[in-house]
């Protein structure tokens, strides 16, 4: 991940960069730094897709989970995209054709890589949080780990475990994350 500023970005300066660099990597928006972001590696896209339909069985007709959601969870100089999301079908169903509303899903799942340092992730969990979100998961493919947290702290899960979703009152397990 590399820095193509150094000075803050407001929101609409960042409108004004090209939708996706030539590369394939795409620009992400860290408290007013634009952050190139590389594009993504085989495991954590295969990780993504898994997740992504564990959640989609569990979510069924409540709402919609997809893979690389853009989100802008305040007003200016914050802008991620969220490795696998859920949104609910009310908010889905609201969200304009051409616009980045302010907004922060329930659930986010961050896939770590090398590009996702510990100083990124626990900032993108800080403000996702206090935006609205009601979990956030950070999955480590080496460890074989998802730590989950949500407003009743941070719980660590392993491959052998069973994982609680309260937007779905459901759970799936470590296992099937990791297979």
């Known amino acids: ?28 928006l860290h408290d007013g730094e634009v952050i190139v972001v590389p594009p993504a ?18 979510a069924a007709e409540r709402g919609t989970v997809t893979i690389e959601f853009p989100y802008r969870p305040v007003l200016n100089l914050q802008f991620w995209f969220a490795d696998v999301a ?4 009310a908010d889905w169903d ?19 890589s090398p590009s996702n340092t510990p100083t990124k992730i626990n900032r993108q969990r ?29 719980h660590t899960y392993g491959q052998g475990d069973v994982i609680p979703l309260a937007p779905f009152e459901g759970a799936i397990a470590g296992e099937q994350i990791f297979a």
């Open 94 to 112: 609201a969200l304009p054709p051409d616009e980045y509303p302010v907004y922060a899903p329930p659930l986010i799942v961050e896939v770590l």
């Open 1 to 28: 991940m590399s820095s193509l500023a150094h000075s803050p970005v407001t929101w609409q300066d960042f409108l004004r960069l090209p939708e996706r660099p030539e590369t394939g990597q795409r620009y992400e």
């Open 41 to 58: 590696r085989p495991l954590r896209i295969k990780l993504q897709k898994r997740i992504e339909q564990l959640l989609e069985a569990l």
């Open 86 to 89: 859920y949104i609910p079908k």
């Open 126 to 154: 800080i403000v996702a949080m206090s935006a609205g979100t009601e979990e956030f998961w950070v999955v480590d493919p080496n460890d074989h780990t998802v730590q989950v947290t949500s407003r009743n702290g941070v």
